[in-house]
């Protein structure tokens, strides 16, 4: 974080001070206050980097800074370039090009992917590999020097599909009904958040996906060892969708929108307050003090607030490290992170925080964990859709921010709770052979509009349940799975009887068989049988197995008989 909340506020205020911009009227510096006011301003100092000592601010001086910012800020609206401009953008935008944009998009991260790798995303992984171990596989000066000469001719493009589209993609959602939802916890889109996407779509209408390519270009990300393991892998992940985005469905499935996350954490001052407050809230409330700036939240954790921080830490699981379980006391937390630390990022920033407290740098893991709740939470507010999260860690912070502002989701007032639980509870644990549907089944499942009825079903199920604690997790996935098991019953009751339908025909046809060996052994049945043994037997089979097959498979490819199948 280059610059903290107060220390903005602060900054503004000094410089214009010294540049003896600032003008008080005879009546205030006739009275004590304004006096007060002036010789504490003389106080603040600037440290030798040239940031401000936020400790020689006084508390009059702290008050006149954040207003003197907010009057500067709300007197020069429009200065700012890299806000969202949505809301300017005519309602001329229509669905159709919507999708067409996004097959574009799509076409042009096919292109990309081909000319990296020489392999499509269909044949990238062989057999079943993981991500990582295809790259090993490939990994030579051949497929680096082809990797990045790809990059330099297809990165410029990209930005250029973004600088003429933006607008029209971001305006998508005030087109669009039904239930939206935007995923959100990582600016990565590995296997799991596209298994996850799985799940989410047999329920959801339309979900957003915040271009998991952008972040890797927006900034200089020099923190990260993988740079370009991981804009591969988000490509990959991303491309595996492309059969929903190119099948003609009665309203978008899927919709890739820039966020420009990362740009606006770096350039946006409006964002850059926004998330300051998000966080001073957060640690304000699970800290039970009261923080004016960040950097008063790192000196209280390091110094005397170091115990109690401790123990906050793993009472109410405000660090859960990545890829690892929650850790059962602080020492573990810790090493959990160094781990992680030594394997994903890069030598540049281990020496960085070579000398750092274990305070601060766990301090440092958490700010990673809490800056995409801030941005799904952004999403979710523009799209006016549900928030997705394809780790159970992900919604954990959700939640644990969701504590902080009790009235949150009832300030949103598009949100249900219920729906929320459903949604996260397809993909809990339990649940996870739902993710093994493929691709294009799902696109076949909702070009027929599948999703609204399963959604239907769903909370048909759920309405009869009293007594479900939609704030349990656990409880809801099991609620969901009971209730999927109970439809695919239905289903198997539906299959059983088609069985014995045509069981019972088969058998009269044996009959007639024996009737038509009859007449051939004797005669005079023959007048008996009539046109009976006209039609013959052979042919009266094969019409039943004919009919017997095309009942099968209109069941075996509905809704519940995916399910079936991929369950058993």
């Known amino acids: 974080m280059n610059s903290t909340y107060l220390e903005r506020r602060l900054s503004e205020l000094f410089k214009k001070f010294k540049e003896g911009k600032i003008f008080f009227s005879k009546e205030l510096l006739e009275k004590d206050d304004g006096k007060k006011l002036i010789e504490e301003l003389s106080l603040l100092k600037r440290r030798p980097d040239g940031s401000i000592d936020i400790s020689t601010a006084t508390p009059i001086v702290r008050s006149f800074a954040r207003m003197f910012y907010n009057i500067e800020k709300y007197t020069n609206i429009g200065d700012d370039k890299t806000k969202k401009i949505i809301y300017e953008q005519e309602d001329s935008v229509k669905i159709d090009e919507i999708i067409k944009l996004q097959r574009d998009y799509f076409s042009l991260l096919e292109e990309f992917f081909i000319s990296a790798t020489g392999n499509s995303a269909e044949k990238f992984l062989k057999n079943n590999e993981s991500f990582h171990d295809s790259i090993n596989r490939r990994k030579n000066n051949k497929f680096i020097k082809r990797f990045f000469d790809a990059l330099n001719e297809y990165i410029p493009q990209i930005g250029e599909f973004y600088t003429k589209n933006s607008n029209e993609l971001l305006s998508a959602h005030k087109f669009i009904g039904g239930l939206k939802c935007v995923i959100g916890g990582s600016s990565r889109f590995p296997e799991a958040a596209f298994n996850g996407f799985r799940k989410f779509a047999l329920y959801a209408d339309t979900i957003f996906i915040p271009d998991p390519i952008l972040p890797w270009l927006e900034v200089d990300r020099r923190a990260e060892r993988f740079l370009n393991i991981h804009f591969l892998q988000s490509c990959l992940y991303l491309l595996k969708l492309k059969p929903i985005i190119d099948t003609d469905l009665p309203y978008p499935a899927i919709i890739v929108f820039p966020s420009w996350e990362k740009s606006l954490e770096t350039s946006n001052e409006e964002t850059k307050d926004l998330i300051s407050e998000f966080i001073l809230n957060f640690f304000s409330f699970y800290l039970n003090a009261n923080f004016e700036d ?254 017997q097959y095309r009942d099968r498979k209109l069941l075996k490819e509905s809704f519940f008989g995916v399910l079936s199948n991929i369950k058993s």
């Open 294 to 547: 960040e950097s008063e939240i790192f000196n209280y954790v390091c110094n005397e607030g170091k115990e109690s921080f401790r123990e906050t830490v793993i009472s109410q699981q405000l660090f859960l490290p990545p890829d690892s379980l929650p850790p059962k006391t602080y020492d573990e937390a810790f090493s959990k992170y160094i781990e992680f630390i030594k394997q994903e990022r890069s030598e540049e920033f281990i020496k960085l925080i070579d000398s750092w407290p274990s305070e601060k740098l766990i301090m440092n893991g958490i700010l990673e964990r809490l800056l995409p709740q801030f941005h799904i939470r952004d999403n979710a507010r523009m799209l006016e859709a549900h928030p997705l999260f394809w780790l159970s860690a992900h919604y954990h912070y959700f939640l644990l921010y969701s504590n902080v502002s009790n009235s949150e989701l009832n300030q949103m007032g598009f949100l249900d709770s219920k729906t929320l639980s459903i949604l996260q509870g397809l993909q809990h644990p339990s649940n996870t052979w739902l993710g093994n549907i493929t691709i294009k089944e799902i696109a076949r499942l909702r070009a027929e509009n599948c999703n609204e009825m399963f959604r239907k079903r769903l909370t048909e199920y759920f309405t009869t349940l009293s007594n479900a604690n939609f704030e349990n997790l656990n409880s809801v996935a099991a609620e969901i799975g009971r209730a999927i098991c109970s439809l695919i019953s239905e289903h198997d009751k539906e299959t059983q009887k088609i069985e014995e339908k045509y069981f019972r025909k088969h058998i009269q046809t044996l009959g007639i068989s024996i009737l038509t060996l009859g007449v051939q052994i004797f005669p005079w049945l023959a007048p008996y049988l009539g046109a009976l043994t006209a039609l013959g037997p052979i042919s009266k089979y094969a019409y039943d197995k004919f009919n």
